[in-house]
C-alpha cells in the first residue's frame, strides 16, 4: 500500500502541466483560468511586446494592425517575454480565433516555446468559427509538436 501510494505521488509529480494563452480583450483568459484550475495546472499569460487596442483589433478596418497581421502569414508580433516550456510535459495552448486561425503572437510563441515532440492541446474561444482549422494550420506549420485534438470553449 505504502508503495503504492509512493508510485502514485512519483507520478504526479513528474507530469508537468501548463495553460499558457494569449487574449487580446479576455475572453480566452477566463476559459484559461478555469482550465488551469480544473486541470492543477500552472497558467501563464502570452504577452505581446505591445498591446492590442480597440483599434488594433478593429476587423472591419483592412488597415488595422491585426487584419495586417493576418494578412501576412509570416508576421511575426514580439512578445514582451520569453518562455520555454522545456520543462514542462502537458501544454494547454489557447488563443482566440482571428479569421479562422490563431493569432501570429501565437506562432511567434511557439517558435521560442521548445515545444517539439511536447504533447500540445490547442483551446479557443470564438465568435461561433470552430477551433479544428486553427489546430490544422498549426500541424501543418510545426509538424514536429504532438498536436491533439482542440477545444472550442466558448
Ligand atoms: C481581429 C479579430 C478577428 C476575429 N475573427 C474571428 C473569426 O474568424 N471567427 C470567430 O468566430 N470569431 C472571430 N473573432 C472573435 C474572437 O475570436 C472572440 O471574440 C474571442 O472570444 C476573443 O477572445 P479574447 O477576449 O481572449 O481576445 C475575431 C476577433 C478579432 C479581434
Avoid at 486541470?39 to 501563464?44: S, V
Avoid at 494592425?65 to 520543462?87: G, I, T, Y
Wanted: net charge positive.
Amino acid at each position: 500500500m505504502i508503495i503504492t501510494m509512493t508510485a502514485l505521488n512519483l507520478s504526479a509529480q513528474t507530469t508537468k502541466t501548463i495553460v499558457a494563452y494569449f487574449s487580446a480583450s479576455g475572453v480566452t483568459a477566463t476559459a484559461a483560468k478555469e482550465l488551469a484550475k480544473e486541470k492543477h495546472a500552472e497558467l501563464y499569460s502570452i504577452e505581446p511586446a505591445q498591446k492590442y487596442t480597440a483599434a488594433d483589433l478593429d476587423w472591419r478596418n483592412k488597415q488595422s494592425r491585426s487584419s495586417v497581421e493576418m494578412n501576412d502569414p509570416k508576421s511575426r508580433p514580439a512578445l514582451k517575454s520569453q518562455k520555454s516550456l522545456a520543462d514542462y510535459d502537458v501544454i494547454y495552448l489557447g488563443y482566440p480565433i482571428w479569421w479562422g486561425v490563431a493569432p501570429r503572437i501565437i506562432n511567434t510563441f511557439i517558435e521560442q516555446a521548445e515545444l517539439d515532440g511536447k504533447t500540445v492541446i490547442p483551446f479557443a474561444t470564438s465568435g461561433g468559427s470552430g477551433v479544428e482549422p486553427s489546430v490544422s494550420a498549426l500541424k501543418a506549420s510545426y509538424p514536429k509538436v504532438k498536436w491533439q485534438k482542440g477545444i472550442l470553449m466558448n
